[in-house]
């Protein structure tokens, strides 16, 4: 199974600050890794699809990127709304895996 | 507006069964490939199973494989997990998601997510 590694685990952060969260792939995975924005008690929500593409409503702060096998969500300048946990997921192949999550908390 | 409604959760024994359904509106749904996502309380999110847009293709993941059985009926709109010989480990939220590109199960995000059904396991 491909195994995918979120750092930081957590992190805290003001209002405008910029943030990037790093995911990497025990294996190549093109590019088909995805990045999810879950808030406590609620659904996850699609930001970022195939590394970098921007999912239809989703606020232009939020950018992916990739290199090889590491991948990046970066959101430009952090909203109140942005506080949440950010989990990445590979398609490449199945079993689909995520990575263990980020949490973005309020400094 | 696309929606995913889950139903069938609830509490039962080690070792027990419990099918969940996930009722689906607003778009064609059998264009689409689905997928079951499940998330332990306080844990990470864990793919569970996915299913072509017509049936013929089934995939699980380990944790879970030759126990649960996924399938859909694509003249009622509904995507169903059958769950047997249940464990305290499968207790969780099991949500529903839609893949993001018409076709077959092939490398599609899952751009749409029904609420949540709590399945929980325990004697």
């Known amino acids: 199974d491909i195994q995918m590694t979120q750092s930081p685990s957590s992190l805290s952060a003001s209002v405008g600050d910029r943030v990037t969260i790093t995911c990497r792939a025990s294996?190549?995975?093109?590019?088909?890794l995805n990045w999810y924005q879950q808030k406590p008690g609620k659904a996850p929500k699609l930001l970022i699809y195939?590394?970098?593409s921007l999912q239809s409503g989703v606020p232009s702060r939020f950018s992916g990127g990739a290199s090889g096998t590491d991948f990046t969500l970066t959101i430009s300048s952090l909203q109140p709304e942005d506080f949440a946990t950010y989990y990445c997921q590979q398609t490449y192949t199945t079993p689909r895996t995520f990575g263990q999550g980020t949490k973005v908390e309020i400094k | 507006e696309v929606q995913l409604l889950e139903s069938g959760g609830g509490f039962v024994q080690p070792g027990g069964s419990l099918r969940l359904s996930c009722a689906a509106s607003g778009f064609i749904f059998n264009s689409y490939a689905m997928n079951w996502v499940r998330q332990a309380p306080g844990k990470g999110l864990e793919w569970v199973s996915g299913?072509?847009?017509?049936?013929?293709?089934?995939y699980y993941g380990d944790s879970v494989k030759g126990r649960f059985t996924i399938s859909r009926d694509n003249s009622k709109n509904t995507l169903y997990l059958q769950m047997d010989s249940l464990r305290a480990e499968d207790t969780a939220v099991y949500y529903c998601?839609?893949?993001?590109?018409?076709?077959?199960?092939?490398?599609?995000?899952?751009?749409?997510w029904g609420q949540g059904s709590l399945v929980t396991v325990s004697s």
């Open positions: 998601a839609k893949g993001s590109v018409r076709g077959i199960f092939v490398t599609e995000a899952f751009d749409t």
């Open positions: 195939t590394a970098s």
């Open positions: 294996q190549s995975i093109s590019i088909y």
């Open positions: 299913i072509s847009d017509t049936g013929a293709g089934k």
